[in-house]
Each structure stands twice: as C-alpha cells, then as structure tokens.
C-alpha cells in the first residue's frame, strides 16, 4: 500500500515535470528560427544557437552566401527582425530581409529590405523596394543614425491594405501607400515568405562595382535574434475572414494592431526627420530616370 502511492506519487511528479518542461519549451517557441525557418542555401553558412534556436547567424564566404525563409507563407501582418550587421570592411556584402510571394510567377509581390556594406568606418546603405504584379523600380535609399554592427537593431515591415511601412527601431523610413483608386497595383493577393540573406554584390553594391569584397577577410557574418510575425497564415484568414485576433510567432495572441497601423504625429516627425538628413536616394526625385514623367504614385503626398 506505501509503496503503491509512493510509486503513483513518483508518478504524478513524472507527469508534472514532463507538463512543465512542455510548458517552458513552448514560450521558447517565442523566436525560435528552428520552427519557423527552413534555410535556403549556404549549408553550414546558416547556424542556430541558443535555447531550440533563439538566434541565427548567416556567413558568407569566397564559395557562397547563405540564407533562409520562413515556412509558411503570410498576408498582411507586422514582420519585426533584429539584426546585427557584417562589421568592418563589409563593402561588396549585401544583408537582405524582404518579403516575396511566389518569384515564378513573373507577376510576384515583394518588399525589400537590403543593407549594403562599405569600406570600414564608411556608413551602410540601407535600400528599400516594393514590388507590385511584378513591377519594381520603387527605390529608396537611406544611411543610418547609428552603427548596424555594434548592436542589434529592430527593422520592421508593416503590410496592410492601406500601407506598407518600413521601420527602424520603430522609427518610420518610408511609407507606400495603397494607390489603386489611381490606377497603381498593390500587394494584398499573394501569400508571401519572408526571406533573409547574405550575398556578395560587389559587381553592383558598392559605388557600382568599384569596390571589391575584400576575402581576406571573410567570412561575413550578421546576426538574428528575437523575431516576430504576427500575422495570419492564408489557411487561417480563409478559415475566420473576421477574426480580430491573430497569433504572433512570440506565443501571444494579439489584436492585429497592424491592420490599422498608420503615421501619427510622432511617427510622421520622424519620417521627415529621416528623408531630410539620412535619405540620399528617391526614385520619386530622379528626374534623369524619369524624364518621360514620374510614376503615378509620385505626384502623391510623400506620406
Ligand atoms: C560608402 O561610403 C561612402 C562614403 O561615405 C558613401 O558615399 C556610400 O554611399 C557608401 N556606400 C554604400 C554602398 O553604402
């Protein structure tokens, strides 16, 4: 009889401890890249660290970069990402994290993040575009109020129907809006992965190849940690059209805050402290690009 309910005691502990150990390994679902990514090249290149996976590294080498994307598929959501980018001479080495439906189609959706390296103590370049249908040409370039490689930072992708917005450490760089009451198409049908990478561009990247990737100093490495989607997969939008709530890959559930999300006035003083010091390129000022007149999207208010 003692021996029985000592051993259904054991028992209980057994099962208790196995519940907690569940338990805790689900909040480290929070940012585990283990789960939510697959890697797409590079092999090795591609390394997990940390309690399942907290943080990544990518690295590039003389024989190839390396990259990953996440397993599932999105529309619309809020895509956070910290990043600590190739320090030192980084020049010819380009970082991207974009989202992208489908690229077969010839028709896809994409929204670019890319960070291109330079020479030692030289500023990054960070580069933006949205794809629509297939049509890109929507550049903006910025440099940064601080250095990507001491730290990690938080870039975000915002994607509703109303706006794409691109942030840093939730400072607002750029704004598209949803323009197709003129005739301008928008991303908002196609599902989409979020991708990241890290590739060697020095026949571009760098003041148009002038530059090389110097590999003796290889390999590049840049840093990932605590992301979060919180979005709805398209199986999950079809199923509850209406849902208010949506599930962020951090283990809580939110209200979808991003569905809404737009400048307010915080938000719009630093958009235009940004454009006025730290953008040095926009497509919609290329008068030399443009000479036969500007995208359509142009002639609207710049936020
Ligand atoms: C590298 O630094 C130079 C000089 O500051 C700058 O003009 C250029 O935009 C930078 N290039 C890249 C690719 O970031």
């Known amino acids: 009889m003692a021996i029985s309910s000592s051993s259904k005691l054991k028992f209980l502990v057994v099962i208790v401890s196995v519940l907690l150990a569940l338990a805790s390994t689900n909040t480290a679902f929070g940012s585990n890249f283990d789960v939510e990514f697959e890697r797409t090249f590079g092999d090795n290149r591609v390394k997990?660290?940390?309690?399942?996976?907290?943080?990544?590294?990518?690295?590039?080498?003389?024989?190839?970069?390396?990259g990953f994307r996440?397993?599932?598929?999105?529309?619309?959501?809020?895509?956070?990402?910290?990043?600590?980018?190739?320090?030192g001479d980084s020049a010819g080495t380009v970082t991207t994290l974009y989202l992208s439906?489908?690229?077969?189609?010839?028709?896809?959706?994409?929204?670019?993040?890319?960070?291109?390296?330079?020479?030692?103590?030289?500023?990054?370049?960070?580069?933006?575009?949205?794809f629509s249908q297939g049509k890109g040409?929507?550049?903006?370039?910025?440099?940064?109020?601080?250095?990507?490689?001491?730290?990690?930072?938080?870039?975000?992708?915002?994607?509703?129907?109303?706006?794409?917005?691109?942030?840093?450490?939730?400072?607002?760089?750029?704004?598209?809006?949803?323009?197709?009451?003129?005739?301008?198409s928008f991303p908002k049908n196609q599902p989409m992965k979020i991708y990241?990478?890290?590739?060697?561009?020095?026949?571009?990247?760098?003041?148009?190849?002038?530059?090389k990737t110097d590999w003796s100093k290889a390999p590049f490495t840049a840093y990932y940690r605590n992301f979060n989607i919180d979005s709805t997969t398209p199986r999950a939008a079809r199923a509850d059209a209406s849902a208010v709530t949506t599930m962020s890959t951090n283990g809580k559930t939110t209200l979808g805050a991003w569905r809404t999300h737009d400048l307010d006035a915080w938000g719009r003083r630093r958009l235009r402290w940004v454009q006025k010091y730290f953008m040095i390129y926009n497509y919609c000022a290329d008068l030399k690009r443009f000479s036969q007149g500007f995208p359509l999207e142009c002639k609207h208010s710049r936020f």
């Open 196 to 211: 990241s990478s890290l590739w060697n561009a020095d026949d571009w990247a760098t003041q148009g190849g002038l530059v």
């Open 48 to 66: 997990t660290f940390g309690h399942g996976g907290q943080i990544l590294s990518l690295s590039l080498d003389k024989y190839s970069g390396s």
């Open 137 to 184: 040409n929507r550049e903006q370039q910025f440099h940064l109020w601080f250095d990507p490689t001491k730290n990690f930072h938080t870039y975000s992708i915002v994607w509703n129907t109303k706006l794409i917005m691109f942030l840093v450490d939730e400072t607002p760089l750029r704004v598209f809006r949803n323009h197709e009451d003129i005739g301008v």
């Open 101 to 130: 439906s489908d690229q077969s189609t010839g028709t896809h959706d994409e929204i670019d993040f890319e960070f291109l390296g330079n020479v030692s103590g030289q500023p990054y370049t960070i580069h933006t575009n949205v």
């Open 70 to 87: 996440s397993k599932k598929d999105y529309v619309f959501g809020r895509f956070d990402m910290q990043l600590k980018l190739v320090p």
